[in-house]
Every structure is written in C-alpha cells, then in structure tokens.
C-alpha cells in the first residue's frame, strides 16, 4: 500500500516552456503533500508544503510564481515550473502523507531538463 | 532549527560484511527519524521509522537502526550486505505531529564489493 505516482518520469524541453509534473496518491487520501528538489549528489530540499484545498506553504528562497503548486483533490497535487530556464533543470520528487504522523510516501521523481 | 548529519559521504563494503552507516540530529524535543533509501534516478524508499518506544528499530530488507537519545545518533545497521543494497541512504528527522517537515542529511552512497 501506499503508493505515490509521479508523473512524468523525465521531462526535456526548450527554455521558456512551462511544464508540469503530477503528483497521486494511489491508494490512500494524502492530506499533505511535498515538493523536493535535488540536484546531483546532494540531499533533498523541501521546496513547497501544499494541503489540498488551500495555497501551498513555501521554504524561503523558493519563488512561488516560478513554482505554481495546485493540491486540488486529496490524491493529486501538481507541480507548474512556469517559464523554465537551464537553472532549473533538476530532479524533483513529490511525497504525500496520510496523516496522524504517518510517513511520507515518495514519488519516483521527474528529471526536468531544460536546453 | 532541526539538522541531520552524515559523517559518511561514501562508504564501500564487500558482500556478506556488516555495514553500520551513521546519522547524528540536533532537534529541541523527542524527534521523529527515518532511513529512506534511494536507488539511482529514483524516488524514495521507507526502509524504517521511529516514532517512540523500543529504540531498536526493525526494517524492511534487514535493516535496523537504534535511537540513542544521549548521542543524538540513529544508526543504520545490517549484518551482511547483499549487492542489491548498493544505493545512496538518507537519514532524516521530522518534527512530529501532522503535515511535519523531514530534513534530511546529504546521503551516504554505499558501494558494494563482490
């Protein structure tokens, strides 16, 4: 049980193009979702905490009109890099949570790749 | 502000040998700690959690980890490696309760010898 699908798995496109990658719950109600990037070898770094039904919370340094995030149903949240340039090509990685201090769940990821 | 450390960025044991990989956290109350593991080009995997209770921790896939609240540590362990266990390995800590935040340490890449 408990499985996150991310989608799509890899992503390459031209600069200025805005893409979107999904993030669903399968089979459980996320209450919670969480964007993550990371860069080669190195660890992840929350980028945005998004509850369904409300605006994304985001961490500090993250530009939330470069980074649009919709959480509008309990098992799907989205993840918009509006105007993408080179410098954000990257991996990104969703997780969602159930709740009630259960662990988060994790996505395979997106490598974005932007020319 | 929570913080986990991973003194070992690269670590390289033969198959069959034990393998104990290392994280230190610094959190202001009881934390929240997790072992993800995670294979090449892909997401995250649970391997264990602790919440409270028994500090010594059971996984999937034979891990286990102990809590040790005196030295800030939760210790990854596995008495004998198999090839497929060769993966980069995250430790992390969440602040509790619900919606709560995991920060990760920087990963230990384990190599695995034949």
């Known amino acids: 049980g408990a499985v996150v699908s991310q989608h799509p798995s890899r992503v390459i496109c031209k600069s200025g193009t805005s893409v979107k990658i999904e993030c669903r719950s399968l089979?459980?109600?996320?209450?919670?979702m969480f964007w993550y990037r990371q860069f080669p070898k190195q660890s992840l770094m929350l980028m945005a905490t998004?509850?369904?039904?409300?605006?994304?919370?985001?961490e500090q340094g993250v530009e939330k009109d470069k980074f649009l995030i919709n959480h509008a149903s309990l098992t799907l949240s989205t993840l918009t890099v509006t105007s993408a340039h080179p410098e954000d090509s990257s991996f990104y990685i969703c997780?969602?949570?159930?709740?009630?201090?259960?662990?988060?769940?994790f996505g395979d990821g997106t490598r974005l790749s932007i020319l | 502000a929570q913080s986990v450390t991973q003194p070992d960025i690269h670590i390289t044991v033969s198959e069959g040998a034990s393998l104990e990989l290392r994280c230190n956290y610094s959190?202001?109350?009881?934390?929240?700690l997790f072992w993800y593991v995670q294979s090449p080009g892909q997401g995250l995997q649970l391997l264990l959690k602790?919440?409270?209770?028994?500090?010594l921790v059971q996984g999937i896939k034979g891990f286990e980890a102990e809590f040790k609240r005196s030295q800030s540590s939760f210790n990854l362990r596995k008495p004998s490696v198999h090839w497929s266990d060769a993966a980069e390995y995250f430790c992390?800590?969440?602040?509790?309760?619900?919606?709560?935040?995991?920060?990760f340490g920087k990963g230990t890449l384990l190599t695995v010898n034949p």
């Open positions: 602790y919440f409270s209770g028994d500090t």
């Open positions: 997780s969602a949570e159930q709740g009630n201090g259960q662990p988060q769940h």
């Open positions: 089979d459980f109600q996320a209450t919670t």
């Open positions: 992390a800590v969440g602040s509790g309760g619900s919606n709560y935040k995991l920060t």
């Open positions: 998004s509850n369904e039904g409300s605006k994304a919370t985001y």
């Open positions: 959190y202001g109350a009881t934390p929240y």
